[in-house]
């Protein structure tokens, strides 16, 4: 089965702090994401990422940045943390350019 | 705005009956996905369904696809108290980025 591992569950900072949230994928994806879950407002795309190196903005790309160095892991960068990041955060892997997700467990972001 | 937009917010219905479940969009589309989420988990994809097919099958599920009304509907048969979960659409673009819908909450009571 297909293994995506977000390092952390819940998570819980402080405003102006700089945040890491780290996930790792065993299925040698070449595609990741990176989005945030809200409360009425679904599922949105962060950063995405199509190989090593590279990464695109999504939607809602502000107040973030990614890293990839290494195809399996992609960090997503809380540059400094404002209440409004406050939010579940979702990591995914896709082998190809199209074609089904693979989730990770997520991790509960609270900015205090 | 959201791509897709499911329909209703909520459905809450007894073991044993079918669950259907609406989504719709708003543009041209190369597939249409359907996740499940269970409580503080993550999606778990369950089906895709390519623009040019209309129906598609997997166990207790069915979805449906129609493109000149841009929607979609997604069938659980049978339905089981472990079947509860929120689900969702999304659609994928030549972009191939997934846009996601809000979600409908699904509880099947035992």
């Known amino acids: 089965d297909v293994k995506v591992t977000q390092s952390s569950r819940y998570l819980v900072k402080r405003t102006g702090e700089k945040v890491f949230l780290e996930c790792v994928q065993d299925m040698d994806h070449e595609n990741m994401f990176w989005y945030r879950q809200d409360p009425g407002l679904g599922l949105r795309l962060i950063y995405f990422?199509?190989?090593?190196?590279?990464?695109e903005k999504g939607d809602i790309p502000e107040g973030y940045s990614v890293s990839r160095e290494k195809k399996e892991r992609f960090s997503l960068i809380l540059e400094s943390a404002s209440t409004n990041q406050t939010s579940m955060y979702l990591c995914?892997?896709?082998?190809?350019?199209?074609?089904?997700?693979?989730f990770g467990d997520g991790t509960r972001l609270s900015i205090l | 705005s959201q791509q897709g937009e499911e329909d209703p917010q909520a459905l809450s219905i007894q073991e044993g009956e079918n669950a259907t479940m609406n989504c719709s969009y708003k543009t041209s589309i190369n597939n249409l996905q359907w996740y499940r989420q269970n409580s503080g988990r993550g999606l778990v994809h369950l089906i895709l369904?390519?623009?040019?097919?209309r129906e598609k099958h997997s166990g207790r599920l069915r979805v449906t696809l129609d493109t000149s009304k841009k929607s979609s509907s997604l069938l659980i048969t049978a339905s089981r108290a472990a079947d509860t979960a929120s689900y969702f659409c999304?659609?994928?673009?030549?972009?191939?980025?997934?846009?996601f819908g809000e979600g409908t909450q699904l509880t099947v009571n035992p």
């Open positions: 990422s199509y190989d090593v190196k590279m990464k």
């Open positions: 995914a892997g896709r082998r190809g350019r199209v074609g089904p997700q693979h």
């Open positions: 369904i390519r623009s040019n097919e």
């Open positions: 999304a659609t994928e673009t030549s972009g191939s980025r997934l846009t």
